[in-house]
């Protein structure tokens, strides 16, 4: 009988038992505390003496088959009426087995079958161990990858300021008489303007949420520009992109879209921008220019889509580090000649 079905209420007492018992006397619903004790047991045990019928206990008692309990299985009780099913029903149907009351469950006896509430926990392990398989079989290179968890998110409280009444104002705390030039005479009137300048929390709009999630997803799936590099202390995340020929830019001028895929990447926070440029070219395999072509120089551009704002495009300067002039989340793009707006 499942642990999991639904039970019934006991004759005698309010108990509603999931594993309940019918007596095979007076096929009445019992729990395992009634089932020796409501009269029908005395009466089948004086009948089968007197009449020397045949039953279960003439025959020996079934004791519970967890080792050390000496208490009598509930297939020894049900089974004195002669009832053979009510014996096979009670058994446990996984390793069938014989159980007294207290251990008629599948963890109280330490059954050898999987446990019912697991067999679904255990499929769900199966499948993500073949997953794993073969996403290591197919990707090798992102088998040892753990994705992190995303920070937790941090709630924004509006705290409204309360304007407190005039008769709650203790006389020992209002403010002086004196006041300046266009300011109330009335003490009391004072202290409630004064409670009213309380700043309050700034609700972001619709498109500063958006931009927050694009950076948070962009701190999660970035990877270093460094290969090797550890994330130890600050660091600056940032999409980046090669154009060349600036032509990819000037379109994102006009509509506020990147044509084409981004990668991400992230390096330490005083990194100067000088040596991402050369990561970005070892990255794309850009040819240098020869000495003397500077209008064939190699530039970094940042993109940067302001939010409530407008699209700025600013040409980094090579000297300065990584976080003060790369926004969060932003596009830097690897660019050839000067940009001109």
Known sequence: MSILTPGSRCTICPLVDFLPFECPECSLIYCGNHIHSHGCIDS???????SHRPGRLERGKRICDVKECERESIESISGIGGKESIAKEIRCQWCNGAYCVEHRSQVSHSCTSPLDHNVRHDAFL??????????????????TRTIPKPPPPKDTV?????????????????PSTSTAKGESSNPVDQAVAASTTTPQTTKKSKTEKLWDIHCKKVRMTSEPLVKGAK??????????????????????KENGRWDGKVERGWVAHDMPVGRILDLLIERGKVKRPAVGET????NLLSLYPVPDGERSITKLELSKPAHVQIPEGSLVVLTRGEWSD
Do not use: Y
């Open 44 to 50: 089948i045990l004086s009948a089968s003496t007197s």
């Open 126 to 143: 199966d499948r993500r161990s073949k997953a794993r398989e073969l996403i290591s079989k197919q990707f090798p290179e992102h088998s």
């Open 158 to 174: 509006n705290t409204k300021s309360k304007i407190p009444s005039k008769s709650k104002i203790p006389s020992n705390q209002l």
């Open 231 to 252: 994330p130890n202390g600050e660091r600056s995340f940032f999409e980046w992109m090669i154009d060349l020929d600036q032509n990819k830019v000037k379109r994102w």
């Open 295 to 298: 209008d064939q120089s190699l």
